[in-house]
């Protein structure tokens, strides 16, 4: 069954928001997406408090929702995979890994997003063989 959204009816129509939660900050650990400008100290109340770390407007936007991820998941499996992600997993099969890196970042542009993108494939490679096994 599909997800339901009431957005043009009812008491609470209109875009649906959330508030951007605080997160605490811990000075031994470094938090995706914050920086220590962003700290604020709590020095209101009697008892010192830690320093509250408040989420970047666009580290709040990579956040992925449950109904992102449920029409990703929906569009990849409609569309099916782009042609150099097609070539790299044919790499990855062959293990030529670190071929596939180079050829990502060719298309992808920086070496980071190259690397995220062969662990996406070879989990994608991985989750294969496991569905044809239990095929069998």
Do not use: W
């Amino acid at each position: 069954m599909a997800v339901r959204y009431e957005l043009c009816i009812g008491l609470n129509k209109g875009h649906k928001t959330n508030k951007v939660k605080n997160v605490k900050y811990t000075g031994d650990k470094k938090v995706k997406g914050l920086r220590g400008s962003r700290l604020k100290n709590v020095s209101t109340q009697e008892t010192p408090s830690p320093a509250f770390v408040y989420m970047s407007h666009f580290f709040a936007t990579q956040i992925q929702t449950r109904h992102t991820k449920f029409m990703r998941d929906l569009v990849r499996e409609v569309v099916g995979h782009a042609p150099y992600e097609k070539r790299t997993m044919e790499l990855l099969k062959v293990s030529k890994d670190k071929r596939a890196l180079k050829f990502l970042k060719r298309r992808l542009g920086t070496h980071i997003r190259a690397k995220r993108k062969r662990e996406e494939l070879s989990n994608i490679l991985t989750q294969l063989r496991k569905a044809q096994t239990h095929a069998k």
